[in-house]
C-alpha cells in the first residue's frame, strides 16, 4: 500500500527556513516522481516543486531561488528546504508521487496528509 507522509511543517517569522520531509512507504520509491503542492485559504492546489527519478528538479516560478528539492532514496525520503520564506507562502504542504513527469495535482492519485507552514510575524 503506498503510503506518504509528510512533517517537518510550523510557524516561522518572514525570512526564515523550514525543512519539509516527505517519507514513503509500501513501494519501489525509486521508481516514482516526487512533487511538492500547497495549497492556501481558498486557494487551489498549486504545484511548487518536483523531483524525479534520477534527480532532475522543477520549481514554479513563485519558489525559484529559493525552495530546493531533493530525495534520498535508500531512505525512501524526499526532502523540501524553503529559505528566505514570505507570508505568501503559507499553506499546507503536500507530497505527491507519480510515474511520470506532471505538474498537473489532478493527475496524482498519491498523497501525503499534508503539512501546515506559517510565515508570519
Known amino acids: 500500500q503506498v503510503q506518504l507522509v509528510e512533517s517537518g511543517g510550523g510557524l516561522v517569522q518572514p525570512g526564515g527556513s523550514l525543512r519539509l520531509s516527505c517519507a514513503a512507504s509500501g513501494w519501489t520509491f525509486s521508481n516514482y516522481v516526487i512533487t511538492w503542492f500547497r495549497q492556501a485559504p481558498g486557494k487551489e492546489r498549486e504545484f511548487v516543486a518536483l523531483?524525479?527519478?534520477?534527480?532532475?528538479?522543477s520549481y514554479a516560478d513563485s519558489v525559484k531561488g529559493r525552495f530546493a528539492i531533493s530525495r534520498d532514496n535508500a531512505k525512501s525520503t524526499a526532502y523540501l528546504r524553503m529559505n528566505s520564506l514570505k507570508p505568501e507562502d503559507t499553506a499546507v504542504y503536500y507530497c505527491a508521487a507519480h510515474t511520470t513527469f506532471t505538474v498537473d495535482a489532478r493527475s496524482y492519485d498519491y498523497w501525503g496528509q499534508g503539512t501546515q507552514v506559517t510565515v508570519s510575524s
Open positions: 523531483i524525479t527519478r534520477y534527480g532532475g528538479t
